[in-house]
């Protein structure tokens, strides 16, 4: 199956401070990716969809502003969580879509432990 | 609108033993339908899938059929090994976004 890198899978910031977290399709082309937070009891949670060359589409209750999401190739998209507090310690995963002309496919990254401190 | 339904879990087995996962959907056309699988500490993998109608789905034993009757894609496996534990999560893509729609996932524990 396609492979779908994520990195970093763990990471430590202090509050306040900035986190950036890649997604990379390494061998198709991924128009969409789509980024969830995954809470501790295993719910989920779509905050958006990333499209290649277009801002992305937010998720009802996420902030735009703080999760900010950049889908600059058609390999890559970005997650950075602005200005982060505990309250945003999480896992965090990543997806991209792959489509046929029959259905639609989705791979998913390692994921990423945020722990805010 | 779209959803998934699944069985609550956690479900505790012990090796060898029959597993069922039950799934049921709602959804506005023909959805294609999934099931992923969640290592401790690990991303999503597919597991299986199906898209259409009374296909049937199948991967490392596990097997689940496409039923439009019953709009249900329950997961089963004749007899489950301790590493099969994991977190299952059912899903559903459909509609002109083909956004996935997910259930919520249930915990496995496999005993030995």
């Known amino acids: 199956g396609a492979v779908v890198s994520q990195h970093p899978s763990r990471v430590i910031c202090k509050s306040g401070t900035s986190v950036k977290i890649e997604c990379r399709s390494l061998?198709?082309?991924?128009?969409?990716m789509f980024w969830y937070r995954q809470f501790p009891k295993q719910s989920l949670m779509l905050m958006a969809t990333?499209?290649?060359?277009?801002?992305?589409?937010?998720e009802q209750g996420v902030e735009k502003d703080k999760f900010l999401i950049n889908h600059a190739s058609l390999t890559l998209s970005t997650l950075t969580v602005t200005s982060a507090h505990p309250e945003d310690s999480s896992f965090y995963i990543c997806?991209?879509?792959?489509?046929?002309?029959?259905?639609?496919?989705?791979?998913f990254g390692q994921g990423t432990r945020l722990t805010v401190v | 609108g779209d959803s998934v339904t699944q069985m609550e879990g956690p479900v505790t087995l012990s090796e060898e033993a029959f597993l069922t996962i039950n799934c049921t959907y709602t959804?506005?056309?023909?959805?294609?339908l999934f099931w992923y699988v969640q290592y401790p500490g690990e991303g999503l993998q597919l597991l299986l899938k199906?898209?259409?109608a009374d296909d049937k789905g199948s991967n490392k034993g596990f097997e689940a059929t496409y039923r439009k009757e019953t709009t249900s894609f329950h997961l089963e496996k004749g007899s489950v090994q301790v590493s099969d534990s994991a977190v299952y999560f059912c899903?559903?893509?459909?509609?002109?976004?083909?956004?996935?729609?997910w259930g919520l996932g249930t915990s496995l524990a496999v005993n030995p």
């Open positions: 997806s991209a879509r792959r489509d046929t002309t029959l259905f639609t496919e989705a791979f």
């Open positions: 061998d198709f082309q991924a128009t969409t």
């Open positions: 990333s499209n290649e060359g277009s801002k992305a589409t937010y």
């Open positions: 959804a506005t056309g023909y959805p294609s």
């Open positions: 199906a898209t259409k």
């Open positions: 899903a559903l893509s459909a509609g002109n976004n083909r956004k996935l729609i």
